[in-house]
Nanobody, 122 residues
Framework: QVQLVESGGGLVQAGGSLRLSCAAS????????MGWFRQAPGKEREFVSTIGWNGGTSYYADSVKGRFTISRDNAKNTVYLQMNSLKPEDTAVYYC???????????????WGRGTQVTVSS
């Protein structure tokens, strides 16, 4: 089991950037694939991006491809989501999660953070 805490959310204008961080506890962080999901009010949880245990594999939702970049630092037990060219439709609570393998479905993830709010104004 790994405990996850997200940070870095906030209010930004359209076209701006934010970098989310997810700090993990536990010595086994480097054995997990990590993912980012988001959920807007009234909408279902949506896959954003995932990264393999060593950072060699990553996948993105079409809606964020080319704008968001996922990365990880296993020495710091942290995964990041760099978000550029933000749009109002990116507004959501962003969650990080841990899984055995990189996956686009939330059911594959066993541990979740509490989320961080990202609001993009037009």
């Amino acid at each position: 089991q790994v405990q996850l805490v997200e940070s870095g959310g906030g209010l930004v204008q359209a076209g701006g950037s934010l970098r989310l961080s997810c700090a993990a506890s536990g010595r086994t962080f480097s054995s997990y694939a990590m993912g980012w999901f988001r959920q807007a009010p009234g909408k279902e949880r949506e896959f954003v991006s995932t990264i393999g245990w060593n950072g060699g594999t990553s996948y993105y939702a079409d809606s964020v491809k080319g704008r968001f970049t996922i990365s990880r630092d296993n020495a710091k037990n942290t995964v990041y989501l760099q978000m550029n060219s933000l749009k109002p439709e990116d507004t959501a609570v962003y969650y990080c999660a841990a899984s055995r393998v990189p996956a686009g479905n939330w059911e594959a993830y066993t541990d979740w953070g509490r989320g961080t709010q990202v609001t993009v104004s037009s």
